[in-house]
């Protein structure tokens, strides 16, 4: 599951990173809220949606304001151990500054610092107690020994490292197919792929609306779509 990291530093001074999945936090800044917990964006209470990769990038930007973050700690925390070019980097920077109706000549939230990287330079603060917003339905996609969240919006599932859900496998096209996530309800739709996208042994033609439990197949690979359910009453152990 991606989660933003919130840097800290040691005693000789180097940056290092945890994952703050652990203790989620909600930010204000201007006429946004940012929650980490939710993974929602909201402006005056109208949700933003962005796309996860863009979400986590905004994320590492806000916990980190006191500083600027190079390029190469912001690729390392988005895409470890994995190679992408420069500019997927740049195309998720315009993706956040377009949902905050940022000017990258004239910046109100994220500076470029020229030759390094990147600043959030707005005010943010921490919001106290928890918040009402994105209490919808949560979506996960299960695959091997991986379970990944699904966000609100758009979210692409394949092989290019820059996919919501990447799946780096034999027979999955680089953008294979999208689940989108709206108002309760999460709907599946092929982008076109060489080998198909199939729920069970139908393939998907036309959007396919998925329930808890679906198994859904792109080339060799199945993923599990679920829908956690609230917990029930714990029994005694014998």
Known sequence: MEVARISQQRDDGRNVTRSCEAHPVTFRFGPFLLDTNTRQLRRNEREV???PKAFQLLSLLVENRSRAMSRQELHEQLWPSTFVLETNLAGLIAEVRRALEDAADAPSYIRTVQRFGYQFIA???????????????TYWL??????????????IVGRSPDASVWIDADGVSRRHARI????ND?????????????VGAVQVTTPWRLTDGDQIRLGSVVLTFRVPQPPGTTNTAP
């Open 49 to 51: 949606t962005l796309p």
């Open 123 to 137: 005010d943010a603060q921490e919001a106290e107690g928890t918040t009402e917003i994105g209490m919808a339905t």
């Open 142 to 155: 299960v695959w091997q020994t991986r379970q990944v969240s699904l966000s609100a919006g758009e979210n």
């Open 180 to 183: 989108v996530v709206r108002d």
């Open 186 to 198: 999460a709907t599946l739709e092929d982008l076109g792929s060489k080998n198909g996208t199939f």
